[in-house]
């Protein structure tokens, strides 16, 4: 049928390849400006950094929002994510003993339709460093 809405699934699918894309889309952003990829979809202590990236002797920890308007992904970025992203910031550091006296970061970078990725550092303060 043409036109129809896509299942539960396929909808899934869908964001799962938008999110997909706007991590590659960020991640090329954020590598003009000079930074080094280090992780990408990081998975620790029941959270998920989607970048982490590195400039000079700053590890940076970056949350990627896509929505079809960029200015809508700027709010989607809550309390309860940013506690569940600190946890993982904190679990990652802890994991990789070599970062010890570097200078750590929360940036986030909002992708929407049609527009270049809007990288914004110091988004919040990641709790507990």
Same mark, same amino acid.
């Given at each position: 049928?043409?036109?129809?809405?896509?299942?539960?699934?396929?909808?899934?699918?869908?964001?799962?390849?938008?999110?997909?894309?706007?991590?590659?889309?960020?991640?090329?952003?954020?590598?003009?400006?000079?930074?080094?990829?280090?992780?990408?979809?990081?998975?620790?202590?029941?959270?998920?950094?989607?970048?982490?990236?590195?400039?000079?002797?700053?590890? /940076? &920890? +970056?949350?990627?929002? @896509?929505?079809?308007?960029?200015?809508?992904?700027?709010?989607? *970025?809550? %309390?309860?994510?940013?506690?569940?992203?600190?946890?993982?910031?904190?679990?990652?550091?802890?994991?990789?003993?070599?970062?010890?006296?570097?200078?750590?970061?929360?940036?986030? /970078? &909002? +992708?929407?339709?049609? @527009?270049?990725?809007?990288?914004?550092?110091?988004?919040?303060? *990641?709790? %507990?460093?």
């Amino acid at each position: 049928m043409t036109g129809a809405l896509p299942d539960g699934a396929g909808r899934r699918r869908a964001a799962y390849r938008l999110g997909h894309r706007a991590e590659w889309l960020a991640l090329a952003a954020l590598m003009l400006k000079g930074y080094w990829p280090i992780g990408r979809r990081v998975s620790v202590a029941g959270g998920e950094i989607d970048l982490v990236v590195r400039r000079w002797n700053t590890v /940076v &920890f +970056v949350e990627v929002k @896509a929505r079809a308007k960029r200015d809508d992904a700027r709010e989607a *970025i809550d %309390g309860a994510k940013q506690r569940r992203f600190s946890r993982a910031v904190r679990a990652w550091i802890g994991r990789n003993a070599w970062c010890a006296g570097a200078t750590f970061r929360a940036d986030a /970078v &909002f +992708v929407g339709h049609r @527009a270049w990725p809007a990288h914004v550092e110091r988004v919040f303060t *990641i709790e %507990g460093l």
